[in-house]
DNA sequence: TAATCCTTTCTTTTT
DNA sequence: GAAAGGATTA
């Protein structure tokens, strides 16, 4: 008889699923099937032992891949998986503080901080504190703490090390922020790990409760856990030796975020681990893996392993030599049409790679230009745009009164004339008097606040007041409705600058985003929305559907597969990065980095690089990376090589900046005469629009643009609101500042 | 005292 | 080329 869980599998893989009671080390090389692995050892284990779901834990670093996981095992056993316990460390992490806050005194409605609310925190500490921001970047200072945490350093641990001045700062700081966090009841990335352990290593009956219900645990992508996360797998396991970690230290690439490889060599001692290798690759073809291990088999130390693929193929490693980013970034997209063309792929099967966000920007000008379907993950992440992060601030104010990072953060936006000064006093007040900072705005004047501020103030406070009041009972898209209604924030960003209307239809994407999770989850509130959105990733919303070219660093690449892989700026300075020459351990780092960025394609792999590379504004020559040279020359084949003798003319923008916009010649661009390569000439991209003042210079029939519908015929118009009938969204009614939503298409 | 404009600084990667 | 700090204006 068929068996779907175990069939499938090869010997190896199945070595690994059978091998249920006892540590187990896997290492699975790239393309090897660990995810198969993970899955299918789960359904496998529910079976044999007769298990509930909710009986093993397995543990993964992306909503994503912990989703794709809970489809596969529905699959495998033919049950609801979507209790299965199958999620990240910081979620799990969440789950557990959740489940008991006041173990560590922390109240149910407590904040999450991400980086960026954390740095913010950090700089204002720094700044109370006189210390000097231009010395110490609070960015770093953030960072040393962070690391410390997550080796599970205390400040006070900390101070006892502090033998520099830039520790000394840390220490200080690191006091502070702990304190603030506990102030603003909020906790931070780290504490997501570090908490848990805590509440279980004071509470053992908390902690044996958790070791009844998971009685096996699986941890994929093991070489980029960190110590904490090992702490916290090591307190869950107990004398339970039912643990499979899953990992490859060839694709460890975030020693950087505090990661250690020796986790897995640790883990096979301490446990007495069997070891299972995956060395069959199932995804790319010899001349693509065989390239991989050249790079990766000059860092010593490494676990042994040989990864071989009966995938043979003649396609070489096409290398693009380009004059500039900008043209290298037109190479990319050219070649990608012509793939498409030839070898009858889509757009799906292509992704193009690149070490630092900032480089995103010249491939997304080509995919534009050259009409190419693309999606760029992470860099500027939805989350975590301005717009977002206020509305989002908000909310967390009003569901946490006492978070003064939200508060700091709102307290201004719209203008309400509170400065610096102004929102000490309240601040002051609000310690002072050990109140949250909405019942301090609230009773601004006791603040001392006077006029037209103090008369903000207090609507601000009272607006606050009535919602937090109802964040149990109001659904939470009425929540947000009500508050960007009743803080003008329409208005306020509409005339905010020229992408007004890009920044007002990100805001309606994230009143939808609320629907969406509405709909799903009909009997949760506004503040479980918060927790959804601070552990999201930028893969977790890949979705499947739609066809487009994926734009991502190659970190966020890892544990994905495309058919054709663009690996674009491969130069000296940024593979590997400038700032890990001086370090042999991050060197080997960025070696696994390109190792990770090569193994991701399938069938056809292509290294792009500039000659000339733009950084700090300015042009400066540069050279391939060091890493190419060490592929074998018989595997590469030289697809595009650009001169940079002849300068032409300056390269247009599609986008100038709505300040400073004026034409500043800069260094001439490098264009060369002969080139192949065409830059098309785009008379627009969108619709030629106009602004309208009032409600009054639209009438019906017009066509109109609004920044989330698209275009529209206008069908009917009152005085305070116009309908109009989109292609995607059909009749539509638009109220408000209809002035500041739509725009009129000049034909 | 807040908002605006101009100058300086700085860019790795992210759950 | 953007974001953030500092000086200037209102």
Redesign the pocket.
Known sequence: MSDKILDTLNDKQREAVEYIDGALLVLAGAGSGKTRVITHRFAHILREKHLHMRNILAV????KAANEMKERIAYLTGRDAFKAWVR????TGLLIIRDNPELIGYPSNFSIY??TDSKNLV?TIM?DLNFD???F????VY?AI?RAKDLLISAGEYELEANSEFKEVVSKTFFAYEDNLRKNRAVD??D??ALPIRMFRENPDFLDKYRSIWKYIMVDEFQDT?KSQYELLKLIIGDNNNICVVGDDDQS??G??GAVIDNIYDFEKRYNAKVIPLEQNYRSTNIILESANEIVQKIPDRMSKRLWTERVSEDKIGVMECADSFREAYAIANKIKEEIEQNNYSYKDFAVFY?????S?HLEEAMRRLNIPYMI?????FYER?EIKDILAYIKLIVNPYDFTSFERII?VP?????????K?ITGYALSKGISYIEAITDAKSAGLKGG?LENAVNLGEILFELNQSVENLSPTNFVKILIDAVRFKDYISGYDSDGLDRWSNVEELINSIRIFETINPELNIADFLNEVS??????DMENERDYVSL?????AKGLEFGVVFVSGVVNG?IP????INSIK?MN??RR?FYVAITRAKDKLYLSYPLVK?????NSDVEASEFLAEIPEQYIEMTVKEKTEFYAYD?P?V???S??SFY?P?RETKIPVSQKIEIPVITSDRAKTAKISSIKDISVGDKVIHGVFGIGKVEFVSEKMIQAKFEDYGLQQIGGNVALSIQKVVE
Request: glycine fraction near 6%; charged fraction near 25%.
């Open positions: 993964t670093f992306t909503n990240t460390f910081h979620s991400d980086d700089k700044k921001i231009n010395t970047a609070p960015a770093s960072g962070s990335f780290a997501l790990i960190n690439i975030y950087w975020r070490r630092t966000n900032a480089q920007r993950f992470g860099g500027q992440k301005k201004n203008s309400r004339k509170i400065g610096d000064i102004t929102q006093r501020v552990l999201q990733s930028s893969i977790d991502m660093t190659i970190h966020n940024l990065h400038s700032s890990s991050e780092e960025e980095l733009m950084s700090y504004g300015e390269k923008s986008k100038t900046s300040r400073n500043k800069k």
